[in-house]
């Protein structure tokens, strides 16, 4: 079947770039470019790119070669270690990023600047469709990114790039990579390369992903002392494996383009297959014993992306993407059907860069969404929905002499239509800016956003049991635009033997939209209500680099990172807000060797929400070494472990942090290739 979809979507592509190869296009510069000037570019910041040195945003990216080493996790656990990040870590399978404390619909997950089309946003035992295995790179803005990216970027962006579309042509006619890993903890190993093959002006690209891991071992009893103290129980047995936190998960996907002298047009297919357990819940079945619970996702996706090199009016490119997809998400209860979810619908962008004149440069767009949502079962807590977005946004920029100035303005349209009723918003959000470089190492910033962020269909219009967050949510169809004013506060310094980064935010919530709990129950759950008040998040993330030794190509460097968020309204601390974290990691680099050895020490939370327990602190060690053959920079053999002294973590956003922790130790090793 999968196969026949394949080919079916490999002749559509060919006919979209035969088509497109009567037009005069030209090749510009992709993330995965390797030239270090490009690669510094923030494609995900602003339409026409600022370098990473140089903006007033928080930023972080995981390259390539960071991802080969990363072990083979889920969207949020890949990037939990970056300042700023955390995540929902719902067992193995379903993880989504929280930034500066906020996750689900606050933080926009892309797809080459597109949205997912899924419906990971609506509960955190959804996965993401995309997995970090597939990307060429990874940004992460953290703060509010909704001039570029909409309300439901008020929280901070992640988009995924990969190369399936090329915009470039490549240096070899056939060139490709592979990575082969296998891992111990959880009995898991990983497969996954891309080929891309070149005739004239056509670029192929074909890749695939296979992930697979058993249940992982904890080092303590699944459930925390608190909560077994909150049953009226103690421990039984300390470590083993958890659960019903396995994951088995493929990808394959295919992609065409045609690349000339003005630009480059392409179109790509992808079908991913998942299935993972969620530790933790069970289903009683007939009453006698629990059913495991296991989730399926499928989704198949097409995008259109492509660029081009124009002369219209102030008017230098013309960029555009878009994006098709077909998702199901079925909770199985055993062998049976328990509930699915569906979204199917379409996505499209449109971007004209401007000409840069006198360091003036800048861009406008439109980006426009439908999308159906339903669920069918006995957990079908948000009806039927249709959602139609639109949004039309500028982004300017202007570099003086040593200071600058930017800003933005953009205006959103969100309609949901449900079997419950109708809701209709128009949002407004702007940002200024001003930026001072004291030094040709050194960066200032200021930046001063509004953002305005519609509800979701959930936050509307739910109401019935949600097994993932154990309560019974009830959503309220009058809620209004939830509105963030936030100040950050940016200091960059780059020296060559000492560099860093400092982000100080506050962000001010008019309308936060709020899950509490009411005292009441229904079906055996804790009922929870969306509502709306007064909050505030403030905090900082650090970054410091210190080049201790070098001789010649050989060098030993000291990182040191730190982060923190305070969260707090009118009704008390909201839910899950992270607690600090410090790191501190030696590196050493040579052009055979390579290796590093990481603390991480996460702090305690007991400042928490109504009904939510706190969490103790962890310190974890990490460490990877590499090996490359002498003169062979194509292949590299790496061995990664983590959590190396076996600690107990229980990450404090995630919903089953008393009842599922964090995987204990784990080793792996592997082999990554470039041809």
């Not at 139609?388 to 800003?407: H, K, M, N, P, S």
């Given at each position: ?113 597109v949205g997912q089309i899924d419906a990971s946003a609506l509960s955190p035992d959804h996965q993401v469709a995309t997995d970090p295995g597939e990307a060429e790179r990874i940004e992460v803005l953290r703060g509010p990114a909704a001039l570029a990216y909409g309300g439901s970027a008020i929280g901070g962006v992640v988009n995924i790039i990969d190369d ?512």
């Amino acid at each position: 079947m999968l196969r026949r979809v394949a080919l079916s979507a490999a002749s559509l592509i060919v006919l979209a770039a035969a088509t497109a190869a009567q037009a005069e296009d030209a090749a510009a510069p992709t993330a995965s470019t390797q030239d270090s000037e490009v690669s510094k570019v923030i494609v995900t910041a602003a339409p026409y790119g600022v370098s990473a040195d140089a903006l007033t945003a928080s930023v972080a990216v995981l390259d390539r070669t960071d991802l080969d080493l990363a072990a083979p996790k889920g969207l949020g656990d890949a990037l939990a270690g970056l300042p700023g990040v955390r995540s929902t870590t719902f067992g193995a399978g379903a993880s989504r990023p929280v930034v500066r404390g906020l996750a689900g619909p606050r933080v926009q997950i892309l797809t080459n600047g597109v949205g997912q089309i899924d419906a990971s946003a609506l509960s955190p035992d959804h996965q993401v469709a995309t997995d970090p295995g597939e990307a060429e790179r990874i940004e992460v803005l953290r703060g509010p990114a909704a001039l570029a990216y909409g309300g439901s970027a008020i929280g901070g962006v992640v988009n995924i790039i990969d190369d399936r579309i090329a915009s470039r042509q490549p240096d070899e006619g056939l060139s490709g990579r592979l990575l082969a890993s296998r891992g111990t903890g959880d009995d898991s190993y990983a497969l996954s390369g891309a080929i891309h093959a070149t005739v004239g002006p056509m670029v192929l690209t074909l890749d695939a992903l296979k992930r697979d891991s058993k249940d992982y071992k904890i080092p303590v009893h699944p459930e925390s002392d608190r909560q077994l103290a909150l049953e009226g129980e103690t421990a039984e047995g300390g470590g083993g494996r958890l659960e019903n936190s396995a994951v088995d998960l493929e990808t394959f996907g295919a992609g065409l383009s045609y690349v000339g002298d003005k630009g480059y047009v392409g179109m790509s297919i992808k079908r991913t297959d998942s299935t993972y357990g969620v530790p933790g819940h069970a289903h009683e079945d007939g009453g006698e014993e629990e059913a495991p619970v296991t989730i399926g996702l499928k989704q198949t996706r097409i995008d259109l992306r492509g660029e081009s090199d124009i002369s219209f009016g102030p008017f230098a490119k013309l960029r555009f993407s878009g994006g098709h997809a077909d998702y199901t998400h079925t909770e199985f209860e055993g062998d049976a059907v328990g509930t699915k979810f569906t979204s199917d619908g379409y996505e499209g962008r449109l971007e004209l860069v401007q000409v840069e004149r006198g360091g003036w440069k800048g861009a406008v767009g439109v980006q426009a969404l439908r999308r159906n949502f339903d669920a069918i079962g006995d957990e079908a807590y948000v009806p039927k929905t249709k959602i139609t977005e639109f949004g039309a946004f500028t982004q300017q920029r202007i570099e003086l002499d040593g200071y600058g100035y930017e800003g933005g303005l953009r205006i959103d349209t969100r309609e949901l239509d449900s079997l419950k009723g109708k809701a209709d918003f128009t949002n407004l959000s702007g940002s200024v800016g001003a930026f001072w470089r004291p030094t040709t190492e050194s960066f200032v910033g200021l930046a001063l956003t509004r953002s305005s962020r519609a509800p979701t269909e959930s936050e509307l219009f739910a109401e019935g049991p949600h097994a993932a967050t154990r309560g019974f949510e009830i959503g309220d169809a009058d809620l209004k635009e939830e509105t963030a004013t936030s100040l950050e506060a940016t200091l960059h310094y780059g020296g060559e033997r000492v560099s860093g980064d400092l982000h100080l935010f506050v962000a001010r919530y008019d309308g936060f939209i709020d899950l509490r709990p009411t005292g009441a129950e229904e079906d055996g759950l804790a009922v929870y209500r969306y509502v709306q008040t007064d909050a505030e998040f403030r905090g900082f993330e650090a970054e410091v680099a210190y080049r201790v030794w070098t001789d010649g190509q050989r060098s030993v460097n000291l990182h040191a990172g730190a982060d923190f968020v305070r969260g707090s309204s009118d009704l008390g601390p909201p839910a899950r807000i992270p607690p600090y974290s410090v790191s501190l990691k030696a590196s050493y680099a040579a052009p055979t060797w390579s290796g590093d050895v990481e603390v991480r020490r996460t702090g305690g939370q007991d400042r928490v929400a109504e009904m939510e327990l706190p969490t103790d602190g962890y310190t974890v060690l990490n460490a990877t070494l590499a090996w490359k053959p002498a003169g062979n920079a194509r292949v590299r053999l790496f061995i990664d472990g983590r959590n190396l002294t076996n600690e107990e973590v229980r990450e404090h956003v995630s919903f089953l942090k008393d009842i599922a922790p964090s995987p204990g130790r784990q080793v792996r090793a592997g082999i990554a290739l470039r041809f």
